[in-house]
């Protein structure tokens, strides 16, 4: 079964930095392209950044641009979410899953949503 395992969420100030981490168990990530999601209380869960399988792609959503970078390390099977500038806003839940070319989940590449990671940015 495929699972997807998210970490490196927590409280941080507004401005403050985070780093999140996407691994996955019986799952090869590296054979495809990853992304990043979130997930606001009481809003839908949105795309926030996305990998291509070797990382020479990115994409980012038009809120987090400038301030997001997507990384990943094949070798260690892991994609990352660097977070800088941190806003209020950006407190959700963040999920990472394989994507297809329009950035949406990939459906045939994963069982189900991992159980994320809580990003909360407050004063």
């Known amino acids: 079964q495929v699972q997807f395992v998210e970490s490196g969420g927590g409280l941080v100030q507004p401005g403050g930095s985070l780093r999140l981490s996407c691994a996955a168990s019986g799952f090869t990530l590296d054979n495809y392209p990853i992304g990043w999601f979130r997930q606001a209380p009481g809003k839908e869960r949105e795309f926030v950044a996305s990998?291509?399988?070797?990382?020479?792609?990115?994409n980012y959503a038009d809120s987090v641009k400038g301030r997001f970078t997507i990384s990943r390390d094949n070798a260690k099977s892991t994609v990352y979410l660097q977070m800088n500038s941190l806003i209020p806003e950006d407190t959700a839940v963040y999920y990472c899953?394989?994507?297809?070319?329009?950035?949406?989940?990939?459906?045939?590449?994963?069982?189900?949503w991992g159980k994320g990671t809580l990003v909360t940015v407050s004063s």
């Open positions: 899953a394989p994507v297809r070319p329009d950035f949406t989940p990939n459906p045939h590449a994963m069982d189900s």
């Open positions: 990998i291509g399988r070797i990382g020479a792609s990115t």
